[in-house]
């Protein structure tokens, strides 16, 4: 079975912070996303990747970046930290485009 | 853009009935639509892949469907468990781009 594993399931971060979220995936996918999770919002896309060193806007990529220099890892990056990123941000994978995606277990970020 | 609809919002049960959780969709254009389960603060699990050329995939208990000319896939859970009372996404892969396209969610609750 794929694996795709997010570093942190809990992060606590002040304002201000730089802050890295960090994804990887074992079965050699091409494709990697960011999804945040917040309550009545449902899941909203922030960046994905479809190959080393390619990244898209999702539907709400301010105030995040992201880097894929490796193909098994996604970072996601808070350059400045708000109080407004506290979320759920979840990470996932899939083969291309028409195969099912597999996500991570979740990392909860509270900025304070 | 792509919608996707879930109803109902919410739904509770006493164990051991069946029941279906509806999700429509505005752009039948699609690769192939996708049925997550989520527990509280976790991530998402995949239950059910049925790709656009497909009518129905069957898991265990779960059989979802899919009817691309009406805009319509449906979740069926037989003889419901305690076990199984999480919150259901429904997400679709819209030919268009990449990344899958969330429902709300159906929040369910089996009582015993």
């Known amino acids: 079975d794929v694996k795709v594993t997010q570093s942190s399931r809990y992060l606590v971060k002040r304002t201000g912070e730089k802050v890295f979220l960090e994804c990887v995936q074992d079965?050699?996918?091409?494709?990697m996303f960011w999804y945040r999770q917040d309550p009545g919002l449902g899941l909203r896309l922030i960046y994905f990747?479809?190959?080393?060193?390619?990244?898209e806007k999702g539907d709400i990529p301010e105030g995040y970046s992201v880097s894929r220099e490796k193909k098994e890892r996604f970072s996601l990056i808070l350059e400045s930290a708000s109080t407004n990123q506290t979320s759920m941000y979840l990470c996932?994978?899939?083969?291309?485009?028409?195969?099912?995606?597999?996500f991570g277990s979740g990392t909860r970020l509270t900025v304070v | 853009k792509q919608e996707v609809t879930q109803i109902p919002a919410a739904l509770s049960v006493p164990e051991g009935e069946n029941l279906v959780l509806n999700c429509s969709f505005t752009d039948s254009a699609i690769y192939n639509l996708q049925w997550f389960r989520q527990d509280p603060g976790k991530g998402l699990t995949s239950l059910l892949l049925i790709q656009s050329s497909q009518r129905e995939q069957t898991s265990g208990r779960l059989n979802a469907s899919l009817d691309k000319s009406s805009g319509r896939s449906t979740l069926y859970i037989a003889a419901s468990q305690p076990g199984d009372s999480a919150t259901y996404l429904c997400a679709l892969n819209s030919n268009s781009g990449y990344a899958l396209n969330f429902g709300k969610g159906t929040s369910l609750l089996v009582t015993p």
């Open positions: 996932a994978s899939s083969l291309t485009g028409a195969h099912g995606y597999t």
């Open positions: 990747s479809y190959d080393v060193k390619m990244k």
């Open positions: 079965m050699d996918h091409e494709n």
